[in-house]
Nanobody
């Protein structure tokens, strides 16, 4: 059974850092697209970053997080990380990881393009 488990969320002050983890069971993290999404209250779910775990591990980022967030992989641990630095209050949201057995091209930020989802981890950034 495919399962994704996120961890690492919490409450920090603006300028702080958190590292989120997404660990999979039921399949291996080879040659798949793993995305991080977030959803704030009253807003639609949006793509934050994604990584293709095959080849050179190409990464994708939404503009508001470029230079602050870094997505990485550890295939041996079936885990993808999202390192979040210089956090801002507008980063406050529930963060989800998602997987699809495909490349990340074009639709990496589209929730409907992903097949499997974790339960989410809350990130709260205070000013």
């Amino acid at each position: 059974q495919v399962q994704l488990v996120e961890s690492g969320g919490g409450s920090v002050e603006a300028g702080g850092s958190l590292r989120l983890s997404c660990t999979a069971s039921g399949f291996t993290y080879s040659s798949i697209c793993v995305g991080w999404f977030r959803q704030a209250p009253g807003k639609t779910r949006e793509g934050v970053a994604a990584i293709y775990t095959g080849g050179v591990g190409r990464q994708y980022y939404d503009d508001p997080v470029k230079g602050r967030f870094t997505i990485s992989q550890d295939n041996a641990k079936n885990t993808v990380y999202l390192q979040m630095n210089n956090l801002k209050p507008e980063d406050t949201a529930m963060y989800y990881c998602a997987v699809r057995h495909d490349s990340c091209y074009y639709t990496w930020a589209t929730p409907a393009a992903f097949n499997y989802w974790g339960q989410g981890t809350q990130v709260t950034v205070s000013s």
